[in-house]
């Protein structure tokens, strides 16, 4: 896989968080994390970038995907 860039959005009671952090670190895939509970921007860009207020939001080198949907996490990481 080459490198993207990924960005989550996430919270620390978010479990769907969790389980997307701990899928990218088992495939060895750096991210870049914002909390959207420490900073009110991070909250603001996740909506505007997802167009509603879940999480967790991944941003994979533009590619967004809401929530923890494996296959799509794996098709934006292989595109």
């Known amino acids: 896989m080459n490198k993207k860039h990924v960005t989550i959005y ?3 009671w978010c ?10 670190t088992k495939l060895g ?3 870049e994390e914002k ?18 207020m879940g ?10 995907i809401i929530g923890f949907d494996r296959p799509r996490i794996d098709a934006a990481l292989k595109a």
């Open 10 to 12: 996430s919270a620390d």
């Open 55 to 64: 999480i967790p939001v991944l941003d994979i080198d533009g590619q967004i």
């Open 35 to 52: 909390n959207v509970e420490e900073k009110m921007e991070y909250a603001n860009e996740a909506v505007q970038k997802s167009g509603q």
């Open 29 to 31: 895939v750096p991210y």
């Open 15 to 24: 479990a769907f968080c969790h389980a997307a952090k701990d899928y990218l």
